[in-house]
């Protein structure tokens, strides 16, 4: 095969990431993924012993017991496997809810995982074959499982843009688009691109404001993006959040405490800067917003979820890699 070396793949590999762009790329050599929203997930199995990872690196082995027992039950003794735990809803569309829920009240039944790469396969490197190679032996790999928790991530080539109207269309969250000779790399890679339907992102919860009136825990968490060693000030987020997300995410708040600022607040901030109760920037939340305002801030932001599977280091844009193409024979 081209591109397979006769090293292993390493176990606790790191994941690929994507870049995100509004559209899709154009072009026969780019592939379409359907964006499923859940946990990534990335599997080492050694031995026909499985161990599962979060993307950053902790073990999920536990916590997703079955879809470890599902893995090992594969007719081979070595893999390196790159997907997404989701729960499905009625109509087949990952649920993120759903799946935090499953999670949480152990319900196994309702998990998935759905595997779009695989690096490494019977203790040889396949991360230099190129993608569309990986995904026709994974393919293979997945069909010889019977366990309906086990999914692979089929693919459209080309029409990119209208594979991206049709997952809006339908309630989906956006694709991932990869270039089809692209090699598996483990740093952020302009091979990968993420596109969106609404407009998101991720942010580092950096501080929260007192609640109002009858509100409890807080009253807006305070955001920043990494920048050039430090922080810089993006904005706040006071809205979509539920009671229990709110007691909740305050407990979490409390414990991280600190009295220095963490970063430095524009003149113009709506508050004083004596009212912000600064925290320690581990905490990465994803919010939904109308743009940026013209002072550099997010415009009408709406909390979605926090990304307890990410650290603030996940949220800095790393250095993409250049694109080789694949040799072929």
Excluded at 209 to 224: H, V
Excluded at 272 to 300: C, I, N
Aim: hydrophobic content about 45%; glycine content about 8%.
């Amino acid at each position: 095969m081209p591109g397979a070396r006769r090293r292993a793949f390493p176990a606790g590999f790191a994941p690929e990431l994507c870049i995100q762009k509004k559209t899709p790329p154009d072009g026969d050599d780019w592939v379409h993924e359907t964006k499923w929203d859940g946990y990534r997930l990335l599997v080492d199995l050694d031995r026909g012993r499985a161990k599962l990872r979060s993307r950053n690196n902790l073990d999920w082995t536990t916590k997703a017991a079955a879809i470890a027992a599902v893995i090992e039950a594969l007719p081979i003794d070595s893999v390196r496997l790159d997907g997404e735990l989701v729960a499905l809803d009625a109509r087949g569309r990952s649920d993120f809810s759903g799946l935090q829920g499953a999670l949480k009240a152990g319900r196994a039944s309702a998990l998935r995982y759905v595997v779009f790469d695989m690096p490494g396969l019977e203790g040889v490197d396949i991360s230099a074959t190129p993608l569309v190679e990986r995904k026709a032996l994974l393919e293979r790999l997945i069909a010889a499982s019977k366990s309906k928790a086990l999914i692979f991530s089929t693919h459209v080539v080309g029409r990119g843009r209208e594979l991206f109207e049709a997952a809006i269309a339908n309630g989906l969250e956006g694709i991932v688009s990869k270039h089809a000779d692209s090699h598996y790399v483990q740093v952020r890679s302009p091979d990968w691109i993420k596109i969106k339907g609404a407009n998101t992102d991720e942010f580092v919860v950096v501080g929260y404001t007192a609640p109002k009136g009858s509100r409890e825990g807080f009253g807006a968490l305070l955001l920043a993006q990494p920048e050039r060693g430090g922080f810089r000030y993006v904005g706040r987020v006071g809205t979509g959040f539920d009671d229990a997300t709110l007691r909740s995410f305050a407990r979490k708040l409390a414990a991280l405490r600190r009295r220095e600022a963490v970063v430095e607040l524009p003149a113009h901030v709506p508050f004083r800067a004596a009212s912000v109760q600064w925290v320690e920037p581990v905490l990465v939340a994803e919010v939904e917003f109308r743009g940026w305002a013209k002072e550099g801030l997010l415009r009408q932001a709406s909390f979605m979820r926090l990304r307890d599977d990410k650290d603030a280091k996940d949220v800095a844009r790393a250095k993409p890699v250049t694109r080789k193409k694949a040799s072929r024979p």
